[in-house]
């Protein structure tokens, strides 16, 4: 069981507008930023968004990310084949002391 | 441009000791926090341990902490785990990934391909 509750799964078809949620608690996205990382299969992870809604150089403006109180969310919009990949949010946790992760999305582009 | 590679992977025996090391280059890296960061098969994410630039501040997730120790050469650019009394749900791939801080407070901006340990017997 992660401490940060996110959807197993998501699908979208190419073109559309997707989105995955990732819940936790005040110790964590209460307090500290929000940062998503894409797994494409087969692969490291990767910094997507960090800081809840701040893209690293060479992240398409197609990906954006938001935060509200104990809930964060990444957004992806015009759909990609190459979008397909799983998707994980993380955040520093005051009271475990530690980084904690959610249990990833993956992202099925139909 | 930045790089990590891992290595010291591989299967050892419940009980045992593995050392994973971590080569990095294209950044100062002593200037830097590091992790090591774990996905068993077919599973999510899940953070091991963090050491500040300096080595003065560790900290482990509670599962591995008193086995685990993370250590750094800044001499040699290069990150250690040291792995003791491994038992089966260490089964993963590893990897080291850079903080984009010197505490390690911050997000990963980069990560290696990782290093698979197994523990079977």
């Known amino acids: 069981q992660s401490v940060l509750t996110q959807p197993p799964s998501a699908s979208g078809t190419p073109g559309q507008r997707v989105t995955i949620s990732c819940s936790g608690a005040?110790?964590?996205?209460?307090?500290?930023?929000v940062n998503w990382y894409q797994q494409l299969p087969g692969a490291a992870p990767k910094l997507l968004m960090y800081?809840?809604?701040q893209r690293p150089s060479g992240v398409p403006d197609r990906f954006s990310g938001s935060k509200s109180g104990t809930s964060a969310s990444l957004a992806i919009s015009g759909l990609q084949s190459e979008d397909e990949a799983d998707y994980y949010c993380?955040?520093?946790?005051?009271?475990?002391?530690?980084?904690?992760f959610g249990g990833g999305t993956k992202l099925t582009v139909l | 441009q930045v790089q990590l590679v891992e290595s010291g992977g591989g299967v050892v025996q419940p009980g045992k000791s593995l050392r994973l090391s971590c080569a990095a280059s294209?950044?100062?890296?002593?200037?830097?926090?590091m992790h090591w960061v774990r996905q068993a098969p077919g599973k999510g994410l899940e953070w091991v341990a963090l050491?500040?630039?300096?080595?003065?501040?560790?900290i482990y997730l509670d599962s591995v902490k008193g086995r685990f120790t993370i250590s750094r050469d800044n001499s040699k650019n290069t990150l250690h785990v040291q792995m003791n009394s491994l038992r089966p749900e260490d089964t993963a791939v590893y990897y080291c990934?850079?903080?984009?801080?010197?505490?390690?407070?911050?997000?990963?901006?980069?990560w290696g391909q990782g290093a698979l340990v197994t523990v079977s017997s």
């Open positions: 990934a850079k903080s984009y801080e010197s505490s390690g407070y911050s997000h990963f901006d980069y």
């Open positions: 294209g950044f100062r890296f002593n200037s830097f926090g």
């Open positions: 050491i500040s630039y300096d080595g003065r501040q560790e």
């Open positions: 005040t110790s964590n996205i209460g307090t500290n930023a």
């Open positions: 800081s809840h809604n």
């Open positions: 993380a955040a520093w946790d005051d009271s475990l002391n530690g980084w904690v």
